[in-house]
């Protein structure tokens, strides 16, 4: 070889390297990006079956009338419920989905209804003082609010939008002073007040 090319030639094979590189990264990322996808169908797919499961357990409940059913179908609904916000708030689901299932559980807790002697409210009382009393105030706050809402469905949907909004908001917060082991409950009530 002329060794007047061959720095040309180191320089061609070192572009073709950087290209390669290149689109092996890109590979990856779309490989990964298909991948978060699919996991994120999945996840919602997997939450849309647990709400027709729940509309089933709804309805026997009503049907029998056995409090203890009633109290069962609570139990999963609320669990089913935090675990939407929760999958939600850690960016494992978008917030369409997320606003659609929390749009249904506002028209439930305006309907309120009573199964095995009990209504949706008051189960949330019930559910939210033991159960769920310290897992996640921001869930515990953000329904307490869907539960003290009022006026027509156009505003009920707008009041929900901006309960999502302000906890979308501070949501990075809430990552980083996770982190940093910063959290406290009077955290997440004042992140919920803005």
Request: aromatic share 10%; net charge positive; hydrophobic share 40%.
């Amino acid at each position: 070889m002329n060794p007047q090319w061959a720095p040309l030639a180191q320089l061609s094979s070192t572009l073709v390297l950087t290209v390669c590189a290149l689109l092996a990264a890109l590979a990856y990322l779309r490989h990964a990006r298909r991948e978060e996808d699919e996991r994120r169908a999945s996840l919602i797919d997997r939450y849309n079956l647990e709400e027709e499961s729940l509309k089933r357990l709804r309805e026997e409940a009503s049907v029998s009338g056995d409090p203890v059913r009633a109290r069962e179908f609570f139990a999963r609904f609320w669990r089913v419920k935090f675990e939407q916000f929760d999958a939600w708030l850690s960016g494992r689901v978008d917030i369409g989905s997320f606003t659609l299932w929390f749009h249904r559980t506002l028209m439930q807790l305006k309907s309120n209804e009573q199964i095995g002697g009990l209504t949706l409210v008051e189960s949330w009382r019930l559910i939210a003082q033991h159960d769920l009393k310290h897992v996640n105030p921001w869930f515990n706050g953000f329904i307490e609010e869907l539960v003290t809402l009022k006026a027509g469905e156009g505003a009920q949907m707008q009041e929900l939008l901006r309960s999502v909004e302000a906890v979308y908001k501070h949501s990075r917060s809430w990552r980083k002073k996770r982190r940093r082991g910063e959290m406290s409950v009077s955290f997440y009530r004042e992140a919920l007040r803005k």
